[in-house]
């Protein structure tokens, strides 16, 4: 998605973590039949970088997995146990297995045939990239709010002589209906859900606005008012799905390693690190998500179409009601549902210009925040959740809203789905100041996730880099592979639900699978008390649960439906630039293509005409044999605007092929004119 957002002040200074060590070789290749090991490794060596070429044999145990070139092959008798600095050169990498971490003997019944590089999160190449973007480091960490809104009545906690403050309620009857703003009222009681209060200080010639700070709180009257719940937390646990918007298992490691070592340790969190995401934006993978649909469309490695489910017609112009989606699975079941996303635009629904949702569709929304925040708010109140000077943000309010959900319905069967989108979708290392405060909230409902089924997951990998960045094989890497780790209630740990995820967190995963594990949560496993393994078709659905063995025919580029251009199994690929007026072809080719899509868009008159620079690189990928090859080029315009693209070409007729385009400068509101027609990233506007 692309965030209207303005430019924040950020100091830039080179990096340093504790952790960043050189890694000597930037580049080794390490073949893994066992990638769970790999990761397993990664993660207890960071230091030593690692290029794992994966291959799944059904040899058993006997073979983890070796250093070796690209080219070899695993051996099968490379199981004794070697200390960690033999570790070296090309020697085989065995981890020192504990219990714990240990998995069943059983033979491995699939060979996917999907190679995935792993990297050390801070190899060399990937350093220069990770500079200082906290721009709340200055932040004033001792700032308090002047006013609360605590068991239904909002008051002032901090008297200032000459100041006066009052509240006012910013209240949506439904979602589609303009806000209401009562006047401004004295403290005292109120069933206000989103309050804003604000104080004033006595100038010379006017009263100046001093304050201004945004409340929240699940009244009571609206709790009482809730049915029954006809389900029990015994056999229907909660269900937390967290998104951070744009984050990698490499970026996670990096920016958010207390949270991720307290999620791991504390609630035996299982990592996913092959996931691919389905479409481009956050909404094309939203929609995989939470409606099971494909929305854009599409060709799979090896040529098979993938056709989108709903063309942009159905998924933006129409709205989503009578749409079947996972709210409303969870609301019909009996859960108590709430939906929070940062941003007011809605990730999920809007994002930017589409209908969304008319009604409401979950218990709870923290929609009205985003707006007192991003519209209908006074100067103050938008000011304050900033970052850069009171040190809050609007994910901290969304996490407080998460907070008194989660106390208000604690006596029955919850479902949150929290969008975190202004964590990490700016730069690469932003997440970091999310660090802390995630790691606090995590260890103040440390009973509550253990409980509960905690997704942590993202929507793409990370998009806003510079094009310097997605030259590096890290940074082209990490563009495509989305976040995930999932943990499950502590009473369900011990019935082999660990042991099937962790067979599953070593094959190619998308985003269809994670929603077929939330389908599976809901609606399969309670009947058997989560103990069923046995591989579940669920009808109308793509994906495969992650708490069961999922089908063991191969999962890879050419059989999961991921177009081909976000699919993370390596392909073999050559480097083309150095052939005679080829890059030329192709970057002009497709400079003329989105020219031409910009006519069908109908949008010529708002929108710029762009003119190569410079095509960064060129790659062919695969074999080309047969009649097809498929390219792989990244081209700079004269606008700053920056594309990747695949392009196929018949190499009989030359007739090329483009793939769903991705935009890579930071694009912002250089794209917006185009909203009120037909929105697209490949807009530059003409003013
Ligand atoms: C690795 O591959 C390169 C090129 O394919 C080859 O020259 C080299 O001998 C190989 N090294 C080993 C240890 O297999
Ligand atoms: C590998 O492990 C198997 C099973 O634990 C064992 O029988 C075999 O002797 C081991 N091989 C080596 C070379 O250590
Ligand atoms: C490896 O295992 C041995 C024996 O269990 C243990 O003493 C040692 O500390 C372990 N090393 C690491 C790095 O975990
Ligand atoms: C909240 O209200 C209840 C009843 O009105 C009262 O007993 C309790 O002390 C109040 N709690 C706080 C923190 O004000
Ligand atoms: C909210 O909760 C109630 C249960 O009290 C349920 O009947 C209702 O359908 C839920 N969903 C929405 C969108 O309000
Ligand atoms: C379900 O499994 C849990 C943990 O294994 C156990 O405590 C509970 O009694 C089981 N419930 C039923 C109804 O069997
Ligand atoms: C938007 O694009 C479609 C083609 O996808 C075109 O038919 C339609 O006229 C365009 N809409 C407007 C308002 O120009
Ligand atoms: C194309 O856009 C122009 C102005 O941007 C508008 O007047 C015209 O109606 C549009 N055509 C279609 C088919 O929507
Ligand atoms: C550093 C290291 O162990 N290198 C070894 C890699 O493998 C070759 C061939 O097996 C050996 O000759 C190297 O010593």
């Given at each position: 998605m692309s965030l209207a957002n303005e430019e924040k002040k950020c100091l830039l200074f080179e990096y340093e973590h504790?952790?960043?060590?050189?890694?000597?070789?930037?580049r080794r290749f390490v073949n893994a039949n066992r990638l769970f090991y790999t990761l397993f490794i990664v993660s207890v060596l960071v230091f030593i970088a690692l290029y794992a070429a994966i291959s799944w044999h059904?040899?058993?145990?006997?073979?983890?997995?070796s250093t070796v070139n690209d080219s070899k092959s695993i051996t099968d008798q490379e199981n004794s146990t070697k200390s960690d600095?033999?570790?070296?050169?090309n020697s085989t990498i065995i981890p020192n297995l504990t219990t714990s971490e240990s998995i069943s003997t059983?033979?491995?019944?699939?060979?996917?045939d999907c190679s995935v590089p792993v990297f050390d999160p801070w190899d060399e190449t990937v350093k220069p990239f990770l500079?200082?973007?906290?721009?709340?480091?200055?932040?004033?960490?001792?700032w308090k709010p002047y006013t609360e809104l605590k068991n239904g009545t909002w008051r002032i906690v901090q008297e200032k002589p000459g100041m006066s403050c009052k509240a006012r309620c910013h209240h949506f009857?439904?979602?589609?209906?303009s806000v209401k703003i009562s006047d401004w009222f004295e403290p005292g009681p109120t069933d206000c859900q989103f309050l804003e209060a604000a104080c004033w200080e006595k100038g010379l010639i006017s009263e100046k606005e001093v304050y201004g700070y945004i409340h929240t709180q699940i009244p009571p009257s609206k709790r009482e008012k809730m049915?029954?719940?006809?389900?029990?937390k015994s056999e229907n646990p909660d269900v937390f799905v967290f998104i951070l918007d744009s984050i990698t298992p490499h970026s996670a490691k990096r920016s958010l390693p207390k949270t991720l070592e307290h999620f791991k340790s504390k609630h035996q969190a299982v990592d996913f690190p092959f996931l691919s995401q389905v479409g481009v934006r956050s909404q094309m993978n939203a929609f995989a998500l939470?409606?099971?649909?494909?929305v854009e469309a599409g060709t799979i490695k090896g040529g098979k179409p993938l056709e989108a489910d709903w063309a942009e017609e159905e998924y933006?112009?129409?709205?989503?009601?009578?749409k079947h989606n996972i709210f409303r699975d969870f609301g019909d079941a009996g859960y108590t549902t709430v939906h929070i996303d940062d941003?007011?635009?809605q990730t999920l629904t809007y994002n930017p210009v589409c209908l969304g949702f008319?009604?409401?569709?979950?218990?709870?929304?923290f929609y009205p925040f985003t707006y007192i925040n991003e519209?209908?708010?006074i100067k103050k109140t938008k000011d304050?959740?900033?970052?850069?000077?009171?040190?809050?943000?609007s994910f901290h309010g969304a996490i407080d809203y998460f907070d008194q959900f989660a106390e208000a319905y604690s006596d029955r069967p919850m479902f949150a789905l929290q969008w975190f989108?202004?964590?990490?979708?700016?730069?690469?290392?932003?997440?970091?100041?999310g660090d802390d405060p995630m790691l606090a909230w995590f260890e103040r409902n440390f009973e509550l996730f253990d409980n509960a089924f905690v997704i942590i997951t993202s929507?793409?990998?990370?998009?806003?880099?510079s094009s310097d960045y997605y030259q590096t094989e890290i940074g082209a890497f990490e563009k495509h592979n989305p976040f995930l780790q999932i943990s499950v209630p502590k009473k369900y740990r011990d019935n082999g639900i660990l042991e099937v995820m962790r067979e599953n967190a070593q094959r190619l995963q998308t985003h269809y699978d994670t929603r077929a594990t939330i389908l599976d949560i809901l609606k399969y496993q309670p009947s058997s008390n989560f103990t069923d393994r046995s591989t579940l078709k669920i009808p109308d659905e793509k994906g495969n649960s992650y708490l069961r063995h999922q089908p063991s025919t191969p999962r890879n580029c050419e059989t999961l439906p991921i177009p081909q251009q976000y699919c993370i199994c390596k392909s073999k690929s050559t480097d083309m630039?150095?052939?005679?007026?080829l890059a030329d072809r192709f970057g002009n080719a497709l400079l003329k293509h989105i020219e031409d899509e910009l006519v069908r868009l109908n949008l010529t008159s708002l929108c710029h005409s762009f003119k190569v620079t410079e095509v960064v690189s060129l790659d062919l990928h695969g074999?080309?044999?047969?009649?097809k090859a498929m390219y792989q080029i990244s081209v700079k315009t004269n606008l700053p605007a920056h594309f990747d693209a695949v392009i196929t070409e018949d190499?009989?007729?030359?007739k090329m092929e483009f793939e769903?385009?991705?935009?890579?400068?930071?694009?912002g509101t250089t794209a917006d004119c185009s909203a009120p027609i037909n929105f697209t990233s490949l807009c530059y506007c003409k003013n």
């Open positions: 504790e952790k960043c060590k050189p890694s000597g070789k930037s059904d040899k058993g145990l006997n073979n983890y997995f600095s033999e570790i070296s050169g059983t033979q491995i019944p699939f060979k996917d500079t200082d973007t906290d721009f709340t480091k200055n932040c004033d960490r001792t009857p439904d979602l589609t209906s049915e029954k719940p006809k389900i029990r939470f409606f099971g649909k494909q933006c112009k129409k709205y989503l009601d009578d941003w007011y635009l008319e009604h409401y569709y979950t218990n709870h929304t519209v209908s708010g304050s959740l900033k970052g850069s000077d009171l040190c809050r943000e989108v202004m964590l990490g979708h700016e730069k690469l290392t932003w997440a970091k100041r929507d793409h990998g990370f998009r806003a880099g630039m150095n052939v005679d007026g074999d080309s044999i047969g009649s190499k009989e007729t030359g769903e385009i991705e935009r890579l400068d930071r694009y």
